[in-house]
């Protein structure tokens, strides 16, 4: 082997060593702050408001059809 296959193998062990322990770190670290350990988890739920405005009854597909499409005969 020569000399420069030699470094470029230890530089690649090097960076897979190096992967493997960073890796490790963030899949054994603890997600959440010091200072969010110990409080209560908070449950939130979202729902829609209903509408103050009324609904149509129609599409409004239909009804910009029914007044832009009638034919003036």
Do not use: E, F
């Not at 899949?27 to 908070?42: E, G, W």
């Not at 209903?50 to 499409?69: A, D």
Request: aromatic content about 8%; glycine content about 2%; proline content about 8%.
């Amino acid at each position: 082997m020569t000399k420069s296959y030699k470094t470029r193998l230890w530089a690649v062990a090097a960076l897979v060593v190096l992967g493997a322990a960073a890796l490790t770190w963030w899949l054994l670290r603890d997600p959440a702050p010091y200072s969010l350990r110990k409080t209560p988890a908070v449950k939130v739920t979202v729902t829609a408001a209903k509408s103050q405005y009324p609904m149509p009854n129609r599409s409004p597909v239909t009804s910009i059809c029914s007044s832009r499409c009638t034919s003036s005969a």
